[in-house]
């Protein structure tokens, strides 16, 4: 298999006409993906000689030279047609943020601008600057069972209400358990999953943390022990599914508190790995302090029930990111946990309301007493538990589902 455009839900809403003259900045991890896909849209449309790396010398030295170098590459164009052009890396250019407002007001009736990065174009969106109303940022995650399987992103639309959406979910689907396995051993990342090679893979993400680290992170912050960082990413993979304690990290590391949680925001900007908060809604039992985490890159948890656990709020993670990129209703993902310490593992918000419970397990066992409990607090949503075991589709009080993850998710 080869990565295609049409196998990443993204494209089909990225490069949607509804969003305008707006410029396209596309965010997500390292190495996911992000730059072939600005590639094959240029291929596309015929546009393959305006793709810009800022990384190269020659592509900054030329900007320094000659400022107007668009409007000269442009010059010969055809007229009457708007161009795809994209500008890679450029946020790690000085001034970056004044470079492409003066691209986009003086090219915007001629050019769509793709603009690709990491964590200085999700900084942007949290600070406000002089391209307010001038981009639009998307996320372009690791590779989901869908993808894999080259299915529409219709396929993981959800409908209007919940049971529907299950039941769209699990009717007329294989249990797609190889795929599923391929993807749990090699990660979402395009390289070493569709390389499917286990030394190879080895070799990648033992290197891939160390990488954003030492070059990513390393330019976003003013850390000076790098190797602190290191330390901390090797005490995390135990902490995957559990709420998020950083006193316990701060005693392990021997460092205060603001700087081990000062350390996890940049690993976060960084895109090594998300945050859930917990829900919570007064009068209540329901707690709302620690967080939880999950790594981009599952490949780094060895427990198998966390690394499945990992993998499920990836795919969690991705729905409900495609869902706000292509439709009008807002969606969240957050986590259950009571004050006497149940928790169902994630809940899908629907306009800030509860849509779905869902709770990981390996293998197919009965379903919690607290699970029915959590559903009767959040308005007697449904209730899914994915299972790592195949064949698996069980459904109890109508609204009450056991099901493969294999199913669920293809």
């Not at 007493?369 to 459904?395: A, C, M, N, T, W």
């Amino acid at each position: 298999m080869e990565i295609n455009i049409k196998n990443r839900h993204a494209a089909d809403i990225i490069f949607s006409e509804n969003f305008g003259r707006q410029m396209r900045f596309i965010a997500g991890p390292r190495q996911c993906g992000k730059t072939t896909l600005a590639k094959q849209i240029l291929t596309l449309t015929k546009n393959e000689n305006f793709y810009y790396n800022w990384d190269r010398k020659d592509i900054r030295d030329r900007y320094r030279q000659e400022p107007s170098f668009l409007s000269v590459d442009i010059l010969d164009a055809p007229i009457g047609v708007k161009h795809w052009v994209c500008l890679d890396e450029i946020h790690k250019y000085p001034n970056w943020k004044n470079i492409l407002k003066d691209f986009f007001d003086t090219h915007e009736n001629r050019i769509n601008f793709i603009v690709t990065g990491s964590a200085r174009l999700d900084l942007l969106r949290k600070s406000g600057d002089s391209l307010a109303g001038r981009y639009f940022l998307f996320n372009l995650n690791p590779f989901i069972l869908t993808e894999l399987l080259d299915k529409p992103v219709d396929s993981i639309l959800p409908e209007d209400n919940s049971i529907d959406y299950i039941e769209k979910m699990i009717t007329n689907k294989r249990f797609e358990q190889d795929s599923l396995d391929l993807i749990l051993k090699f990660s979402g990342f395009p390289e070493p999953l569709l390389r499917q090679n286990s030394l190879f893979a080895k070799k990648w993400h033992d290197s891939y943390i160390e990488r954003i680290v030492k070059e990513d992170i390393r330019d976003l912050s003013q850390i000076r022990h790098i190797e602190k960082v290191m330390d901390l990413i090797f005490l995390l993979p135990d902490k995957i599914g559990s709420p998020f304690s950083i006193n316990s990290l701060r005693k392990d590391l021997e460092l205060n508190f603001n700087t081990v949680k000062n350390y996890i925001n940049y690993l976060i900007l960084g895109y090594v790995m998300f945050a859930l908060s917990p829900f919570h809604k007064k009068d209540t039992r329901l707690n709302k302090k620690e967080k939880k985490i999950y790594f981009y890159d599952w490949a780094v948890i060895k427990d198998k029930a966390k690394r499945f656990e990992n993998f499920v709020a990836m795919e969690l993670k991705t729905r409900v990111d495609t869902w706000n990129d292509r439709l009008e209703d807002d969606y969240d993902l957050m986590y259950v946990r009571t004050k006497d310490g149940k928790e169902s593992d994630f809940l899908i918000l629907k306009n800030k309301e509860p849509f779905c419970l869902f709770e990981v397990k390996l293998s197919s066992s009965s379903i919690s007493k607290h699970h029915y409990l959590h559903s009767r607090l959040l308005g007697d949503i449904p209730f899914v538990q994915l299972v790592k075991e195949p064949k698996i589709l069980k459904i109890t009080n109508k609204s009450f589902y056991i099901v493969s993850a294999s199913r669920f998710f293809s």
